[in-house]
Nanobody, 121 residues
Framework: QVQLVESGGGLVQAGGSLRLSCAAS????????MGWYRQAPGKQRDLVAAITTRGSTNYADSVKGRFTISGDNAKNTVYLQMNSLKPEDTAVYYC???????????????WGQGTQVTVSS
């Protein structure tokens, strides 16, 4: 199986920065894409940013120019650098990976446990 472990969430004031990390481990055959989603209370879980193993990236319009996603293929780790944070960025941030494991050879979406990001005004 595959596990995703997140770290780096916390409480910051508006305009501050945080860096989230997500490390994938377990029986990994290949990683197709990894990304970050967020979910605020009463809201849908929406894509924030995604990155392929070749470095192609995609961002939600609300975070373009402020957030940067990057990855380290050798470490099976993805990062999200969040700058110029706003109160509306407050949410639980979830790491997601579309990963083919060595177990059965089928790609699946794996989720981290989530990490709370709170931005005060």
């Amino acid at each position: 199986q595959v596990q995703l472990v997140e770290s780096g969430g916390g409480l910051v004031q508006a305009g501050g920065s945080l860096r989230l990390s997500c490390a994938a481990s377990g029986s990994i055959f290949s990683i197709n894409v990894m990304g970050w989603y967020r979910q605020a209370p009463g809201k849908q879980r929406d894509l924030v940013a995604a990155i392929t193993t070749r470095g192609s990236t995609n961002y939600a319009d609300s975070v373009k120019g402020r957030f940067t996603i990057s990855g380290d293929n050798a470490k099976n780790t993805v990062y999200l650098q969040m700058n110029s944070l706003k109160p509306e960025d407050t949410a639980v941030y979830y790491c997601n990976g579309r990963i083919t494991s060595g177990g059965d050879g089928f790609p699946r979406n794996y989720w981290g446990q989530g990490t709370q990001v709170t931005v005060s005004s």
